[in-house]
């Protein structure tokens, strides 16, 4: 497994901005496809991004297409979610996973590998 951390969480106004970053060590890196899932109070975990281990394929959930960017440099084994246009309903507990089965097996199963999390919070 590879162990993962979550950095650059926050408090924002409607409209703002915030880049997380999802830090990978003790496996190699490049081997993984990353995602970025979110949960909020009383919600079901919702899957929101996902990039292959080669960052060729890329998947966004509706809800944020448009409006986040995932992205990830193999060379400093960090994985990204640029997050613009934010909205309330964006305000979750964010968290980094990595599978090494790709991005459509991270959708329908456990990924196995977490980070502890990043809380957004989005005013209104």
């Known amino acids: 497994q590879v162990q993962l951390v979550e950095s650059g969480g926050g408090l924002v106004q409607t409209g703002g901005s915030l880049r997380l970053s999802c830090a990978a060590s003790?496996?190699?890196?490049?081997?993984?496809?990353m995602g970025w899932f979110r949960q909020a109070p009383g919600k079901e975990r919702e899957f929101v991004s996902g990039?292959?281990?080669?960052?060729?394929?890329?998947y966004y959930a509706d809800s944020v297409k448009g409006r986040f960017t995932i992205s990830r440099d193999n060379a400093t084994n960090t994985c990204y979610l640029q997050m613009d246009s934010l909205e309330p309903e964006d305000t979750a507990v964010y968290y980094c996973?990595?599978?090494?089965?790709?991005?459509?097996?991270?959708?329908?199963?456990?990924?196995?590998?977490w980070g502890q999390g990043t809380q957004v919070t989005v005013s209104s």
């Open positions: 003790g496996s190699t890196f490049s081997r993984y496809a």
């Open positions: 996973a990595a599978d090494p089965w790709g991005i459509a097996t991270m959708r329908l199963r456990d990924p196995g590998s």
């Open positions: 990039i292959s281990w080669s960052g060729e394929s890329i």
